[in-house]
């Protein structure tokens, strides 16, 4: 009954009652004057005795006892189990799983909560998997599905049971969920749901390995970190030992360290160097250490101590055009420090001679031919004239390419990942060309790299040119352009400089501090204004004085990145570097991590991306974007993506054109399997021809991330059903809470009444009252 109140029936008796009053009124007034002694015991029995008369003079007039309640039968109750993995845990000091305890929860027959909801709402059974679907009886429970999305199967089965007359939700479930909760639902209009708790937190033991993550750097000994966070109940300060492990099984890295107090988790960091490019995929396993001969810790479950990682380094070639404006010592170890890197190529423009001017008297009659040519074989029409620069070509690709010199349009230019220039001035390009390189960085993604010199920047002209833009310095404010000092220059890192790693050579900051003071000095500095907003210095030239310049700057523009490196003699470092640095090849190594900075993030004209779908737990969205030549989006394209199962088999999806980007081609896998999962993409134009392919994968750990947690989350379930007007139960209190829900709001109700004289609670009433004043007095000898 959910609302009551009094209602007087008739009237006839009405006088009589009123009559019935009064004498009962004069009767206790004439017993009050019997007492001998008046106090608060006797007062209370003549009170006692008028109440009860009143109530019978009441009763008279028929008063109507009237309420509403929920109706028999017409609403709706939703039962949800949750027949995930989690639920084959065994609490500390239970001989059953929670699963089992769920199963004897709902087919017991002497539990008689069954009985009692199913007579007085109509009862849906769903079972909450990866998906809802209805519960035929509690044999049916398996507890094998390795996913708990419990946010989104909520939602599902509130939006099911929309419009409909639900009284309310009884989950029965740990809390364990495996999908994050979406920050925009609201619970507002949803019916009370009420979370029976299943399972205990208290004496768990486990070692769970969670939030693993995969960073790429540009530094050369360890361009992969791997950084995970272990948490762990019952082992407070017990030794763990973490693996990763690769394809073959094999160890990679090992790190031992002692966990933490109960409650508080621990970081791991670990940089490893894959042996071959492109993806990998690795294992992390953690393992708590006992001693030798011991027994080994009784875990709750291992399901969660390790998982796997993908990692993708990309495969290269990528491919660099560097252009110098006369042979110089730069050129010669960015050549010899690239030759140890399979996954770079070096094409190289370099200038031996400037333009002579268009008439020069000094070559011989008829010749009009550069002399440098004059006594080599094959001179032809093609041989540099007086009035064109003599520029040769280094590790082309073919005996065509760059033949005309600096690219002049897209498809030359584009196919390259970063332009470097060193000392070279604004005149040697056309303005079509700058106008090409603002767009190969910006529109195209490419990175560019300027060096040092004398013909760089501010002397080279590049003052209000198309690259003053592209370049992460101002040149329109600098208050000298002189570029040697007579004097000498320290290299140091700045704070950005400490945070990015292929600025840095060593793997600890002391030796790199170390490094620095024994780096070679250098004597040639460009000065500029200042660095553009949002641009990073990541080193400085430190003089005598302590008046620091920039030494190497560096910011994004567009879709691509720009870098300036002041320094005009780099080269110094290889020539006066110390036997410890000549002979870890510091030099080197700096170059080889300053370019794979440079392509790191350049893309490709097609990309293979994995992306995990929020609406559909386990499934996984595959997008290939495909670009022209002039890597604008590409539409019309044949797009196949063929994808390798953990079990080896193969499937060939076709990827239809997205509707809301153009160049994108999307296709969705489908696999509860674990393990790692490769995926190919082969795309074609409209001709049929093949513009070519990549790659990418993928792991998937769901038992992992369903033993992610393993103690139940009562706080999520306590502010679920507070948020919806519920509350948190235990098994042993669901037959007390199912026989209180007639007395609880619901949507449909009905309206009863009853004789007031029939209510148990009137008749005690009456009977006390009678009986306590009698009493009373005949323990006090009164008639």
């Known amino acids: 009954m959910i609302l009551a109140g009094l209602v007087l029936g008739g009237s006839e008796?009405?006088?009589?009652?009123?009559?019935?009053?009064?004498?009962?009124?004069?009767?206790?007034?004439l017993g009050w004057a019997a007492y001998q002694r008046a106090d608060r015991w006797s007062l209370a029995a003549i009170t006692g005795k008028f109440l009860a008369l009143a109530l019978l003079a009441l009763c008279l007039i028929e008063p109507l006892w009237s309420g509403v309640q929920t109706r028999m039968g017409a609403n709706l109750f939703v039962i949800l189990a949750d027949d995930t993995a989690s639920l084959n845990l065994r609490d500390a000091g239970q001989t059953t799983t929670r699963g089992e305890q769920l199963r004897t929860l709902l087919s017991d027959s002497s539990k008689r909560w069954r009985p009692t909801l199913e007579r007085e709402f109509e009862v849906r059974n769903l079972a909450v998997t990866s998906r809802l679907h209805p519960l035929e009886d509690a044999n049916s429970l398996t507890f094998t599905e390795q996913q708990s999305p419990l946010h989104r199967t909520l939602q599902q089965a509130v939006q099911r049971f929309d419009g409909r007359p639900v009284a309310g939700i009884l989950l029965l479930t740990d809390g364990i969920a495996?999908?994050?909760?979406?920050?925009?639902?609201?619970?507002n209009g949803w019916p009370p749901i009420y979370p029976v708790v299943l399972g205990e937190s208290r004496g768990l033991i486990d070692l769970a390995v969670s939030n693993v993550a995969v960073s790429l750097t540009a530094f050369e000994d360890a361009p992969v970190t791997i950084t995970a966070e272990l948490s762990h109940q019952g082992l407070a300060d017990r030794t763990v030992t973490a693996h990763v492990l690769d394809e073959k099984q094999a160890v990679v890295k090992e790190e031992t360290l002692r966990l933490p107090a109960e409650g508080r988790g621990t970081s791991l960091r670990f940089q490893i160097r894959p042996v071959e490019p492109g993806l990998s995929f690795y294992t992390l396993r953690a393992e708590v250490k006992t001693a030798e001969g011991a027994d080994p810790v009784a875990e709750a479950t291992l399901e969660n101590n390790q998982r796997k990682i993908a990692v993708e380094r990309g495969s290269g070639p990528y491919r660099l055009l560097y252009v110098s404006g006369r042979p110089n010592w730069e050129y010669k170890f960015l050549n010899r420090a690239l030759e140890s890197d399979e996954q770079v190529k070096l094409t190289a423009l370099v200038r031996i001679a400037k333009r002579e001017p268009k008439f020069d008297w000094r070559g011989r009659a008829g010749e009009s031919n550069n002399p440098l040519f004059r006594g080599f074989d094959g001179i032809d029409a093609e041989t540099e004239r007086f009035d064109q620069p003599v520029i040769v070509r280094l590790n082309t690709k073919d005996g065509s390419e760059l033949r005309e010199g600096f690219p002049k349009n897209e498809d030359e230019l584009f196919p390259f990942h970063a332009v470097i220039i060193d000392d070279l001035e604004a005149e040697f390009f056309t303005t079509a060309q700058l106008e090409l390189l603002e767009r190969f960085v910006s529109e195209r993604g490419g990175s560019l790299l300027m060096l040092g010199g004398q013909e760089s920047f501010i002397d080279g002209g590049y003052r209000r040119t198309p690259l003053a833009r592209v370049?992460?310095?101002?040149?329109?404010?600098?208050?000298?352009?002189?570029?040697?000092?007579?004097?000498?220059?320290?290299?140091?890192?700045?704070?950005?400089?400490?945070l990015q790693p292929w600025a840095r050579l060593r793997s600890t900051e002391e030796e790199e501090q170390a490094r620095l003071k024994t780096w070679p000095a250098f004597r040639t500095v460009n000065r500029i204004g200042r660095e553009k907003p949002g641009a990073n210095v990541i080193a400085e030239a430190v003089g005598p004085g302590g008046d620091p310049l920039p030494a190497v700057v560096a910011h994004r523009f567009g879709a691509g990145r720009c870098a300036a490196v002041l320094i005009g003699d780099f080269w110094r470092a290889a020539l006066e570097q110390s036997d410890d640095q000549r002979a870890k090849d510091d030099l080197g190594k700096s170059w080889r991590q300053l370019v794979r900075w440079l392509i790191a993030d350049v893309p490709e004209r097609?990309?293979?991306?994995?992306?995990?779908?929020?609406?559909?737990?386990?499934?996984?969205?595959?997008?290939?974007?495909?670009?022209?030549a002039a890597y604008q989006p590409q539409d019309n394209c044949g797009v196949q993506i063929t994808v390798t199962l953990p079990d080896g088999q193969s499937l060939k999806l076709p990827a239809e054109p997205s509707l809301t980007e153009a160049g994108l081609y999307e296709a969705v896998v489908t696999s509860s399997l674990a393990g790692v999962y490769r995926a190919e993409v082969t795309a074609t134009d409209d001709a049929g021809k093949e513009l070519g392919g990549s790659a990418t994968g993928w792991t998937k750990d769901p038992l992992a991330d369903e033993f992610r947690r393993i103690a139940p989350e009562?706080?999520?379930?306590?502010?679920?059903?507070?948020?919806?007007?519920g509350e948190v139960l235990r098994p042993a209190q669901l037959e007390q809470f199912v026989s209180t829900l007639s007395r609880r709001p619901a949507p449909i109700t009905e309206a009863t009444t009853s004789p007031l004289w029939q209510h148990p609670l009137v008749l005690c009433l009456i009977i006390a009252g009678l009986c306590g004043d009698w009493g009373w007095r005949r323990w006090r000898g009164l008639p």
């Not at 009405?14 to 206790?28: E, H, K, R, W, Y």
């Not at 499934?619 to 670009?627: C, D």
């Open 471 to 498: 370049l992460p310095i101002s040149l329109d404010d600098a208050t000298t352009l002189a570029i040697s000092q007579p004097t000498v220059w320290k290299l140091n890192l700045t704070r950005d400089g400490w």
């Open 178 to 187: 495996t999908d994050d909760r979406p920050r925009a639902v609201s619970t």
């Open 714 to 725: 009562i706080a999520w379930l306590d502010e679920l059903a507070k948020s919806t007007g």
């Open 606 to 628: 097609i990309t293979l991306k994995s992306v995990p779908a929020d609406d559909a737990p386990g499934v996984m969205r595959l997008e290939a974007r495909i670009r022209t």
């Open 13 to 29: 008796w009405s006088v009589l009652a009123i009559l019935m009053l009064g004498l009962s009124a004069v009767c206790v007034w």
